[in-house]
């Protein structure tokens, strides 16, 4: 049973470039999340979708933005990107939105801008 | 309100010792708290987690306490073991929702 996969691993963009990053999540989940994760920190939430839907959203500028496929898959796109947005993305499967239901990681996608 | 506060920031322990994490939170409609163990380049991986109407949990080595009152729990290690150096975040969510991180914690555990 495979669990959340993420691609790419390892990307790097030049600052004003955008970016997609892709997540399967694991099987039998249908609510995926994002996060963001700067060196040396915790996850940062960025947004949830459940049945293609954006059910909540974090404190990320519109730059930030996402779609969920009606497999569950999601992608994360990145506009305009900044020196700052260079971060470890996440992305959390789990099934179903409510609370306590374990809540799955991916590796993540190394993003660097320079 | 939607802060959580974690400490210390790094912990070293001797192989066999107790390896203690505490997490403190201030909205109290949280109402699930997980912990997660996450290794140098790798996504955090669910170690335990627990609801406020439990007062501790224990899954082998790893137990929660908790202590709703004072709005506080911790992550015990028993026996501590070398494999077990990483970074651990503690977190909380309310009704399904986001993920709220502390800021993690670097243990290191001396052979």
């Known amino acids: 049973d495979a669990g959340v996969t993420q691609s790419p691993t390892h990307l790097i963009k030049t600052r004003g470039q955008q970016v997609t990053l892709r997540c399967s999540p694991k099987?039998?989940?249908?609510?995926v999340s994002w996060y963001q994760q700067a060196l040396g920190q915790g996850p940062q939430f960025i947004f949830q979708?459940?049945?293609?839907?954006?059910?909540q959203r974090g404190n990320f500028p519109d730059r930030f933005s996402g779609h969920q496929f009606p497999n569950y898959s999601s992608e994360l796109n990145v506009n305009a990107l900044l020196l700052g947005d260079s971060a470890l993305y996440l992305c959390?499967?789990?099934?179903?939105?409510?609370?306590?239901?374990?809540?799955?990681f991916g590796e993540g996608s190394w993003l660097t801008v320079v | 309100q939607q802060q959580v506060k974690q400490s210390p920031q790094s912990l070293i322990v001797q192989k066999g010792g107790i390896s203690i994490i505490n997490c403190a939170y201030e909205?109290?409609?949280?109402?699930?708290f997980p912990w997660y163990q996450q290794f140098p380049g790798k996504g955090p991986a669910l170690l335990i987690a627990?609801?406020?109407?439990?007062s501790e949990k224990k899954e082998g080595r790893f137990t929660i306490s908790f202590n709703k009152s004072a709005k506080q729990f911790s992550l015990h290690i028993m026996d501590s073991q070398p494999g077990d150096s990483a970074t651990y975040f503690c977190?909380?969510?309310?009704?399904?929702?986001?993920?709220?991180f502390g800021s993690g914690t670097q243990l290191t555990v001396l052979p």
């Open positions: 099987s039998g989940h249908d609510t």
């Open positions: 627990i609801r406020p109407d439990v």
């Open positions: 977190a909380a969510s309310l009704n399904g929702r986001q993920l709220t």
């Open positions: 909205n109290t409609a949280f109402d699930y």
């Open positions: 959390a499967s789990s099934p179903g939105p409510l609370s306590g239901n374990t809540i799955y």
């Open positions: 979708y459940y049945e293609e839907e954006e059910r």
